[in-house]
Structure formats: structure tokens, C-alpha cells
T-cell receptor
């Protein structure tokens, strides 16, 4: 089945630094990828839709300058959390759309200290 | 505005019995619904989906029912197994409008041996 590989699975960084999260579709081409964020015991909230070769579409309230999304190829989308702060600590998950549904990455636990 | 709601944060069921997870939505434009299972620190895993042209879809132990007039869907798991213990998310999308998924808050299912 379709596999979406997300790395790293967890990362701890210092406040003020930037962190890059990668999402790769391993056996299919994903023209569109989605980035979600999940706080403990809460729903998955869509942050942005990443389109290959064009700018990402951000949801209302998501700072595009803080959460940089790049979808340079049909198999790779990256989310960079710039100047991270403790409130950015969360679980970030990517997803790609296929003909029969959506496949999710394994998620990245970001902790900003 | 929470367009997809799962009003029960948790459900506890005895092994072998039926688990019924419920989900309500408010946006009548949603035409595709999905259920995902999620373990802590992992991405969601697709379980089953249903299109709005159907009212039931069955896959092994999992059956999803859709009541469009009530804007309600439910996931039935029978018989329930301890390995089914996880958080279950329902999600909805408008297939004709970019395929974004809107998630409910999730229901923690615990199946007791």
C-alpha cells in the first residue's frame, strides 16, 4: 500500500532555532500534501495544503512566515518551523492524497525547550 | 466552528461485544466520510470510508453507517478486540472542493479483555 515516510519522528530543539520536518511519498507521486498539527487530546487541525510547484495554502490563523512549507518535488514536502518557541511544541503529521483515500505519515513530536 | 464532532471522548467495551462510535457533522456539503484509528505518537491509520451516495459500508469487523438527514455517522466494530483499543477519529471532506479533511475530536476506545 501507499507509504508516506515522515522524519524525524521526534525532535527536541532550543527556543529560537528552526526545525525542518520531511514528508516523502515512497511509492507514489503526491501532487498535494497536507500538514496537520495535534495538541494532546485534541483533534488534528489542518495547518496548510502543500501543492507541488506552487505556494502552500495556509489555514486561517496559521502564520505562513513561521511555518514554511516547500513542496519542490512530487515525492517530498517539508515543513520548517522557524524561530521555534515552547508554544510550538506539538505533534505534526503530514498526509498525502491517493485515488482511494489519504495516507498519513507517522508524525513528528516537536518539543521546544 | 467545529464542523465535525465526536461527542464521546471515551468509550469502554468488553471484548467480544460491539463498539459503536458516533460522529456528527454540520456542513451539508461534506460528501465523503472516513474513520481513522490512531495510537499515541503515530499517524492515523485509515479504517473505512463511505461516500454520501451510500448509507452503509462494511469491511470485515468494521461497518460505517451514514444518516445524511441527521448528519450523523457511526462506526460499528464487532466483535471488539483488545487490539482495537486506540483513539478513533472521524473525518469528512468535500470531494469537489480540494479534498481537505476535517477531523472530529476523537474517541478513545478501550476494549477490556
Amino acid at each position: 500500500g501507499a507509504v508516506v515516510s515522515q522524519h524525524p519522528s521526534w525532535v527536541i530543539c532550543k527556543s529560537g532555532t528552526s526545525v525542518k520536518i520531511e514528508c516523502r511519498s515512497l511509492d507514489f507521486q503526491a501532487t498535494t500534501m497536507f500538514w496537520y498539527r495535534q495538541f494532546p487530546k485534541q483533534s488534528l487541525m489542518l495547518m496548510a495544503t502543500s501543492n507541488e510547484g506552487s505556494k502552500a495554502t495556509y489555514e486561517q490563523g496559521v502564520e505562513k512566515d513561521k511555518f514554511l512549507i516547500n513542496h519542490a518535488s512530487l515525492t517530498l514536502s517539508t515543513l520548517t518551523v522557524t524561530s521555534a518557541h515552547p508554544e510550538d511544541s506539538s505533534f505534526y503529521i503530514c498526509s498525502a492524497r491517493r485515488d482511494y483515500g489519504y495516507t498519513f505519515g507517522s508524525g513528528t513530536r516537536l518539543t521546544v525547550v | 466552528d467545529q464542523q465535525v464532532k465526536q461527542n464521546s471522548p471515551s468509550l469502554s467495551v468488553q471484548e467480544g461485544r460491539i463498539s459503536i462510535l458516533n460522529c456528527d457533522y454540520t456542513n451539508s456539503m461534506f460528501d465523503y466520510f472516513l474513520w481513522y484509528k490512531k495510537y499515541p505518537a503515530e499517524g492515523p491509520t485509515f479504517l473505512i470510508s463511505i461516500s454520501s451516495i451510500k448509507d452503509k459500508n462494511e469491511d470485515g469487523r468494521f461497518t460505517v453507517f451514514l444518516n445524511k438527514s441527521a448528519k450523523h455517522l457511526s462506526l460499528h466494530i464487532v466483535p471488539s478486540q483488545p487490539g482495537d483499543s486506540a483513539v478513533y477519529f472521524c473525518a469528512a471532506s468535500k470531494e469537489t472542493s480540494g479534498s481537505r479533511l476535517t477531523f472530529g475530536e476523537g474517541t478513545q476506545l478501550t476494549v477490556n479483555p
